[in-house]
């Protein structure tokens, strides 16, 4: 698999099955919290760290499921973990990105995210970029996902 990086992320859900998207800033797009691994990085320390960085959520890596390796697009592969989080733990309005950087056309630094939902499984095409709404459809039921973590 030489050539292509490896994304580590980590998919939220919440009770009703719902999962947490971030908004990548000045796009479209809507995301899980990922990013790439350090050199050495292991995937659940890299997933748990892009996940402080773009959320501020801290959470324990006993509490992940590691759902493997994934093809997500042409010279990228994502690692993803998964979570089942309380209404106390994880709250949109605590959420907040402490990753930036230089904005396209000034320079000025910006947040890497700047928004975050609950997304239904139904709703996931309408926010996720094509790769991510195209992996759940495909590959990672998110209903599948919802009854088997606990």
């Not at 009770?15 to 947490?20: K, M, Y």
């Not at 350090?38 to 501020?56: K, M, S």
């Not at 801290?58 to 973990?81: A, I, N, S």
Request: glycine share 6%.
């Amino acid at each position: 698999m030489s050539g292509r990086t490896v994304s580590c992320g980590v998919v939220i859900l919440n009770e009703q099955g719902d999962v947490l998207l971030c908004h990548a800033t000045e796009t479209s797009h809507w995301d899980v919290p990922k990013g790439h691994a350090d050199p050495d990085e292991r995937p659940i320390d890299a997933a748990l760290r892009e996940l402080v960085e773009e959320t501020g959520i801290v959470l324990p890596p006993e509490r992940l499921k590691d759902l493997g390796r994934f093809l997500y697009r042409r010279d990228k592969d994502l690692h993803l973990f998964a979570v089942r989080v309380t209404e106390d733990e994880v709250r949109l309005d605590q959420c907040v990105c402490e990753s930036f950087f230089p904005r396209r056309g000034d320079g000025t630094m910006i947040p890497e995210m700047d928004a975050y939902r609950w997304v239904s499984p139904a709703d996931i095409d309408a926010f996720a970029s094509r790769s991510l709404a195209r992996l759940f459809q495909t590959t990672l039921s998110l209903a599948e996902l919802h009854e088997t973590l606990v």
